[in-house]
T-cell receptor, first 112, second 113 residues
Framework: KNQVEQSPQSLIILEGKNCTLQCNYTVSPFSNLRWYKQDTGRGPVSLTIMTFSENTKSNGRYTATLDADTKQSSLHITASQLSDSASYICVVSGRGSYIPTFGRGTSLIVHP | DTAVSQTPKYLVTQMGNDKSIKCEQNLGHDTMYWYKQDSKKFLKIMFSYNNKELIINETVPNRFSPKSPDKAHLNLHINSLELGDSAVYFC????????????FGSGTRLTVV
């Protein structure tokens, strides 16, 4: 069964600090992995997409990594800001599948 | 603005009522979806339409009926609402052949009292 597990479930950090969110998946055959950011009261918005051959991709202060051999991804946030407070969702698509597998998200709170 | 727009944003209604949520996308995407987000923030697929054809219908009570008049619209009608239907419902669209990610609407918070 395709699964996406994210850790930690929640995280509280101080403004300016870095943090790393983890995503492990069992989706096979693999097509791509996306990280979404969901602000409170809004729909998720895509941050990065990674395919099998990519192992690092950056979007501003967000850097995603992918290890397709171990089926793990991480999202690193540098110099966190209050606006980074949100839920971060890992979504993995299988080749030939219409519907990707969603993780349950990591809730990040950045305190001043 | 290019977007996925859904209405209403908030919906409070009594048990037993029938209600509809509307969704429209102007991105030219060929596939639209309805997702339900529970209190623990987990997004679960309900339905998916590709070019007006139903392609995904997960184990959702038949009180829920999607309707896609054209590939830019996907509405969700719910009959005989129950307390457990309270959740946030998200519409999304994508262009499947290009492998694009989803573009989500801003959600409809349904509260059944």
């Amino acid at each position: 069964k395709n699964q996406v597990e994210q850790s930690p479930q929640s995280l509280i950090i101080l403004e300016g600090k870095n943090c790393t969110l983890q995503c492990n998946y069992t989706v096979s055959p693999f097509s791509n992995l996306r990280w979404y950011k969901q602000d409170t009261g809004r729909g998720p918005v895509s941050l990065t997409i990674m395919t099998f051959s990519e192992n690092t991709k950056s979007n501003g202060r967000y850097t995603a990594t992918l290890d397709a051999d171990t089926k793990q991804s991480s999202l690193h946030i540098t110099a966190s800001q209050l606006s980074d407070s949100a839920s971060y969702i890992c979504v993995v698509s299988g080749r030939g599948s219409y519907i990707p597998t969603f993780g349950r998200g990591t809730s990040l709170i950045v305190h001043p | 603005d290019t977007a996925v727009s859904q209405t209403p944003k908030y919906l409070v209604t009594q048990m037993g009522n029938d209600k509809s949520i509307k969704c429209e996308q102007n991105l030219g995407h060929d596939t639209m979806y309805w997702y339900k987000q529970d209190s623990k923030k987990f997004l679960k697929i309900m339905f998916s339409y590709n070019n007006k054809e139903l392609i995904i219908n997960e184990t959702v009570p038949n009180r829920f009926s999607p309707k896609s008049p054209d590939k830019a619209h996907l509405n969700l009608h719910i009959n005989s609402l129950e307390l457990g239907d309270s959740a946030v419902y998200f519409c999304a669209s994508s262009q499947v052949r290009q492998g694009d990610g989803y573009t989500f609407g801003s959600g409809t918070r349904l509260t059944v009292v």
